[in-house]
């Protein structure tokens, strides 16, 4: 009944809301998947259908990072499902034909798996990240599947002990920074804030002398209802300070809308004239006259 309400409230309101209300900024966007169930074939078959459709609206790939099955969580899930590895790593090639696959970490105090325990801010134990993150790289050598160096953070968790085995394992791209009060993150948060980075503004960040990590933000979670203006509404919360914009919008394999965000897609790219991007193209677009380069201490 709330939702039905709150639905029809919407549809009235929405019908004096201007369209195209981020045009006036450049936005160059990726799409980003935290994909975590591959075992489940209804979510799987889905997650390749979006890709295949996304590409022919978009002419771009999104970017899926994955758990792996080392993940200990994802390993228990797997065991109760007698889901073997081996076809979870196929899947995660199979996926890697339509998108860019990437490392999408989730870490456990005392390497208990259960939400409890969930490592996603500063009271954790470095030795258990450790642990947990090196079994995770080692999965992926082992089953010669590329991560791209490519990093996402479960629960946004980020802090210097995580940024300090991303640079060792040689990763050069991360999208664990938000500003979206959603994925708030102490650490990250701190970052952006004392070097006065803006939303949409991609940065590097890295210890002196050493390799640096290019962040590109994560805006917003991709909304789920049948209104595209949602999106505006939504980005319209992150201070849209400067012209051009850079960076991700995502959502997990599980609780992704297919019809209504593939609508909004073809919304944005027509109102708001968003650009959608694969990775290569994100990385490789020129938001970086405006990287600034420091180092977390
Ligand atoms: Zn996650």
Redesign the pocket.
């Known amino acids: 009944m709330f939702f039905k309400m709150k639905s029809l409230l919407k549809k009235i309101s929405y019908a004096f809301y201007k369209k195209g209300q981020l045009k006036s900024h450049n936005i160059k966007l990726g799409y980003i998947f935290?994909t975590?169930r591959l075992y489940d074939d209804r979510l799987f078959n889905q997650l390749i259908l979006f890709c295949k459709k996304y590409k022919a609206i978009t002419c771009a790939e999104p970017i899926c990072t994955v758990i792996p099955p080392s993940n200990l969580q994802l390993k228990r899930e797997l065991n109760e499902r007698a889901f073997p590895e081996k076809e979870y790593a196929s899947r995660i090639i199979e996926l890697s034909q339509y998108s860019t696959i990437g490392y999408?970490g989730?870490f456990y105090l005392d390497n208990n798996p259960f939400n409890y325990n969930a490592i996603h801010c500063n009271s954790f134990n470095a030795n258990n990240l450790t642990e947990q993150f090196e079994n995770d790289i080692n999965w992926f050598e082992k089953n010669q599947i590329p991560h791209n160096n490519i990093y996402a953070g479960?629960w946004w968790f980020f802090n210097e002990n995580l940024l300090q085995l991303l640079l060792q394992y040689g990763f050069q791209f991360d999208f664990s920074f938000s500003k979206a009060p959603f994925f708030y993150n102490q650490f990250s948060n701190e970052i952006m804030n004392e070097n006065n980075i803006p939303t949409g503004e991609v940065f590097e960040i890295g210890f002196d002398g050493e390799k640096k990590l290019t962040c590109i933000q994560n805006f917003i979670g991709m909304h789920t209802t049948s209104f595209p203006e949602d999106f505006d509404r939504n980005m319209k919360k992150l201070d849209l300070n400067i012209k051009e914009l850079v960076g991700v919008v995502n959502a997990h394999d599980y609780d992704l809308n297919f019809d209504n965000t593939l609508r909004c897609i073809e919304f944005q790219m027509k109102f708001n004239n968003i650009k959608f991007l694969s990775f290569n193209d994100l990385i490789g677009e020129k938001p970086f006259k405006s990287i600034r380069l420091f180092s977390a201490t």
């Open positions: 935290h975590e999408h989730h479960g």
